[in-house]
């Protein structure tokens, strides 16, 4: 009776052991985020760029997670971003959108910034991105080019409507022959200080009526 008492004792003992034996679980971690489509283009070489305003496609954000590993459609989930929204737009859900209001590269980005970890676990918090490249084609069709040149020692930015140019320095594009274009001179520093060349001026805007040559065009920024 005494050795089943001490082996009884013996187990229960254990039991208690192995009851307070503290849990080793991993927390799911998001590493990485991938963009889907990586690249999209809108418009055409022969295509005026304000034709391809409202021109779109959706995108997809898919993290990647380890502990344990998957993959999942977190769209819904990222901060979405633009960094230069003249040329397109993205919205809440990752809808990119072309702007018409000039051409080139914009980066577009979804991000995800985490004080702690998918199980709960605190952190000192993490910045997870991933990033793709939308694409206006620039009009490079025949027509009248027309060519700003900046001046004075402030700085300041140029925009166009319709849409083609769109710099915060000297720039040349291409209209098609009869378009009436509208330039828009903003300051970033310093104040704006005035056109020359245009066919008309109303405050920062610079008026070209009915282009049928090319156009010189000087815009100053006072400091």
């Given at each position: 009776?005494?050795?089943?008492?001490?082996?009884?004792?013996?187990?229960?003992?254990?039991?208690?052991?192995?009851?307070?034996?503290?849990?080793?679980?991993?927390?799911?971690?998001?590493?990485?985020?991938?963009?889907?489509?990586?690249?999209?283009?809108?418009?055409?070489?022969?295509?005026?760029?304000?034709?391809?305003?409202?021109?779109?496609?959706?995108?997809?954000?898919?993290?990647?997670?380890?502990?344990?590993?998957?993959?999942?459609?977190?769209?819904?989930?990222?901060?979405?971003?633009?960094?230069?929204?003249?040329?397109?737009?993205?919205?809440?859900?990752?809808?990119?959108?072309?702007?018409?209001?000039?051409?080139?590269?914009?980066?577009?980005?979804?991000?995800?910034?985490?004080?702690?970890?998918?199980?709960?676990?605190?952190?000192?918090?993490?910045?997870?991105?991933?990033?793709?490249?939308?694409?206006?084609?620039?009009?490079?069709?025949?027509?009248?080019?027309?060519?700003?040149?900046?001046?004075?020692?402030?700085?300041?930015?140029?925009?166009?409507?319709?849409?083609?140019?769109?710099?915060?320095?000297?720039?040349t594009?291409?209209f098609?022959i009869?378009?009436?274009?509208?330039?828009?001179?903003t300051?970033?520093?310093?104040?704006?200080?005035?056109?020359?060349?245009?066919?008309?001026?109303?405050?920062?805007?610079?008026?070209?009526?009915?282009?049928?040559?090319?156009?010189?065009?000087?815009?100053?920024?006072?400091?």
């Amino acid at each position: 009776m005494l050795r089943m008492a001490i082996r009884f004792g013996a187990v229960a003992a254990l039991g208690s052991v192995m009851l307070f034996v503290p849990g080793c679980g991993r927390d799911q971690q998001l590493v990485s985020i991938t963009i889907q489509p990586s690249t999209e283009t809108f418009g055409s070489s022969t295509t005026p760029v304000n034709e391809d305003a409202g021109l779109n496609a959706q995108l997809t954000a898919l993290g990647t997670y380890i502990h344990p590993p998957v993959t999942k459609d977190i769209t819904s989930q990222v901060t979405w971003a633009s960094n230069t929204p003249q040329i397109a737009t993205v919205s809440a859900t990752g809808l990119l959108t072309a702007t018409g209001e000039a051409c080139g590269n914009s980066l577009v980005s979804a991000t995800i910034t985490k004080n702690s970890s998918d199980g709960g676990i605190g952190s000192t918090g993490a910045i997870v991105t991933g990033s793709m490249t939308a694409t206006v084609t620039c009009f490079t069709g025949t027509g009248p080019a027309v060519t700003v040149t900046f001046a004075g020692t402030g700085t300041g930015t140029v925009s166009s409507s319709p849409g083609g140019l769109g710099c915060t320095s000297t720039c040349t594009a291409s209209f098609p022959i009869g378009t009436t274009l509208t330039l828009t001179a903003t300051p970033t520093s310093g104040s704006f200080g005035g056109w020359a060349g245009c066919d008309s001026t109303a405050g920062a805007a610079c008026v070209l009526n009915d282009l049928q040559n090319p156009v010189n065009l000087t815009v100053t920024f006072n400091p």
